[in-house]
Nanobody, 126 residues
């Protein structure tokens, strides 16, 4: 049974930092690309960042580029999203997702991902 479990969300002030974690089980984690998405109230889910199987390639949405960093630890079956200089507009439920990926452009659309976590809330107060 595949499971992705996010953690690390919370309530922070503008300018603060948070690190989200995504712990995977039931898959050969190193065969999977990982993506982070977020969904704000009343808005559609949007792509945030993605990372290749070995971490050698990453891709970010323009809105988070330079502030967020995606990484992974294949030995620990965990992916991370480090978020700095948080803004109120970053408030959302953050989801991690994964899919087997071997070549080509990193997947950036939610329909391209096979497995999803339950999400973790990030709230940034002004």
């Amino acid at each position: 049974q595949v499971q992705l479990v996010e953690s690390g969300g919370g309530l922070v002030q503008t300018g603060a930092s948070l690190r989200l974690s995504c712990a995977a089980s039931g898959i050969t984690f190193s065969s999977y690309a990982v993506g982070w998405f977020r969904q704000a109230p009343g808005k559609e889910r949007e792509f945030v960042a993605a990372i290749s199987r070995n971490g050698g390639a990453t891709y970010y949405a323009d809105s988070v580029k330079g502030r967020f960093t995606i990484s992974r630890d294949n030995a620990g079956n965990t992916a991370y999203l480090y978020m700095s200089n948080l803004k109120p507009e970053d408030t959302a439920v953050f989801y991690c997702a994964c899919r087997e990926w071997y070549s080509g452009a990193l997947p950036r659309a939610d329909y391209q991902y096979m497995y999803w976590g339950q999400g973790t809330q990030v709230t940034v107060s002004s």
